[in-house]
């Protein structure tokens, strides 16, 4: 069976530490893995990760994928208090149908 | 306005009654998705389509039907409504790759159907 686990989930943290949010798959045909993250209402797409060892970045949030031991990190350096939210990962098969989603890790950023 | 949008945004119904929940989006996406979230659980797929008249199973499909006659609309039918289908039901959408002929996995969320059944 697919499944994608996401460690911790949940983190408290102090406004500017660095977090690391963790997130492994066991995915038949792995195609690609996703991040979002999820505030109060839907969740937006933050990245796509198909490659091992490119990592993505956008401001102070960063990406990096490793096919081999089948799981992705995500990196949030000097938080604030906007970042507070869920964090979703997801995997996609091959074949374009099935985005399984992690259970999230709940990020509360305090000032 | 262009984008993906969900009505009615809350319903409360009784086991047993039919229940809709409509989707529509603008955006001429090829692929569309409805969701269910719930605590302990993150978002689990029900059903998806990749194009209209094309729809599939996804994890738990078990007591919804869903169509697409037209691109834009997607809805979902809960056709009698149990306490165990109480959630929040995402509805989203995907471009798909050139031609629309792979999901990317960029899906973009409508707000979402808080649905209480009692």
């Known amino acids: 069976e697919d499944k994608v686990v996401q460690s911790p989930l949940s983190l408290v943290v102090h406004e500017g530490d660095t977090v690391t949010l963790n997130c492994s798959y066991e995915?038949?045909?792995?195609?690609?893995l996703l991040w979002y993250k999820q505030e109060k209402k839907a969740p937006t797409f933050l990245f796509m990760l198909?490659?091992?060892?490119i990592e993505k970045k956008s401001g102070r949030l960063s990406s990096i994928l490793d096919k081999k031991e089948l799981f992705s990190i995500l990196n949030i350096t000097a938080t604030q208090t906007g970042d507070s939210a869920v964090y979703l990962c997801?995997?996609?098969?091959?074949?374009?149908?099935?985005?399984?989603f992690g259970k999230g890790t709940t990020l509360s950023v305090s000032s | 306005d262009a984008g993906i949008t969900q009505s009615p945004r809350y319903k409360i119904t009784e086991t047993g009654r039919q229940v809709t929940l409509m989707c529509h989006q603008t955006?001429?996406?090829?692929?569309m998705f409805w969701y269910r979230q719930d605590l302990g659980h993150g978002l689990r797929l029900i059903y998806y389509?990749?194009?209209?008249?094309?729809?599939d199973k996804g994890e738990v499909p078990d007591g919804y039907v869903v169509s697409r006659s037209k691109t834009e609309n997607f809805p979902l039918t809960l056709e009698s409504a149990t306490r165990s289908q109480t959630s929040v039901y995402f509805c989203?959408?995907?471009?798909?790759?050139?031609?629309?002929?792979?999901?990317?996995?960029?899906?973009?969320f409508g707000e979402g159907s808080r649905l209480t059944v009692l």
């Open positions: 989203a959408s995907s471009p798909g790759t050139s031609g629309g002929v792979r999901n990317t996995g960029e899906l973009f």
């Open positions: 955006w001429s996406h090829s692929y």
């Open positions: 389509s990749a194009a209209a008249d094309i729809t």
């Open positions: 995915v038949t045909n792995f195609r690609s």
């Open positions: 198909t490659s091992s060892g």
């Open positions: 997801a995997v996609l098969n091959q074949a374009g149908t099935a985005l399984i």
